[in-house]
T-cell receptor
Framework: NAGVTQTPKFQVLKTGQSMTLQCAQD?????MYWYRQDPGMGLRLIYY???????DKGEVPNGYNVSRLNKREFSLRLESAAPSQTSVYFC??????????????FGPGTRLTVL | AQKITQTQPGMFVQEKEAVTLDCTYD???????LFWYKQPSSGEMIFLIY??????QNATEGRYSLNFQKARKSANLVISASQLGDSAMYFC?????????????FGQGTELSVKP
């Protein structure tokens, strides 16, 4: 997936622990998004950032916070993890320019398990 | 509210045959984008094809084509000459206008199995 990186790829947490998922894009895009995917379901938007310095809630924001540190980086924080947050998390950013303008690239995903 | 519906939880197709995956959408915005993504068992999201709401012609990308019927609000994916490597989950998604955030709204997905 060109230009969108996520860390870590896997994580196991105990209930109540905190962690931050990191996302970076090297495509100089304004918009970045965090989605979660639960088993057998499509992706649902947690938070997004339309530009550096702005963030907005998506469909399922409860239990999460985000930071748009700069144009490249958009992090997702779980302050007190709960088993319901066990999911696969994807960061995404659209590609701009010419024919590929409408493609939204996804990072490889973070598989999070909360025990 | 915008919504994407994929009514086929699972589909089977014989290798080398064509298959159509259904997708219907609902929106009141005149400007939107429709996407199809493939998710193999390894988990990554792979972009396949895009159709803009104002595009006059159906989008095509190699063996993938999008049958866009605007009046019916449908955006079905057609895969021609199926290959074993096409076995995966397929997601239809709609993008809101960028002035509303440009968020993608996903359907539930269709699991495609290609039989040898």
């Amino acid at each position: 997936n060109a230009g969108v990186t996520q860390t870590p790829k896997f994580q196991v947490l105990k209930t109540g622990q905190s962690m931050t998922l990191q996302c970076a894009q090297d495509m100089n895009h304004n918009s970045m998004y965090w989605y979660r995917q639960d088993p057998g379901m499509g992706l649902r938007l947690i938070y997004y950032s339309a530009s550096e310095g702005t963030t907005d809630k998506g469909e399922v924001p409860n239990g999460y916070n985000v930071s748009r540190l700069n144009k490249r980086e958009f992090s997702l924080r779980l302050e007190s993890a709960a088993p319901s947050q066990t999911s696969v998390y994807f960061c995404a950013s659209p590609l701009s320019g010419s024919v590929a303008y409408n493609e939204q690239f996804f990072g490889p995903g973070t598989r999070l398990t909360v025990l | 509210a915008q919504k994407i519906t994929q009514t086929q939880p699972g589909m089977f197709v014989q290798e080398k045959e064509a298959v159509t995956l259904d997708c219907t959408y609902d929106t009141s915005d005149p400007s939107y984008g429709l996407f199809w993504y493939k998710q193999p068992s390894s988990g990554e999201m792979i972009f396949l094809i895009y159709q803009g709401s104002y595009d006059q012609q159906n989008a095509t990308e190699g063996r993938y084509s999008l049958n866009f019927q605007k009046a019916r609000k449908s955006a079905n994916l057609v895969i021609s000459a199926s290959q074993l490597g096409d076995s995966a989950m397929y997601f239809c998604a709609m993008r809101e206008p960028y002035n509303q955030g440009g968020k993608l709204i996903f359907g539930q997905g269709t699991e495609l199995s290609v039989k040898p």
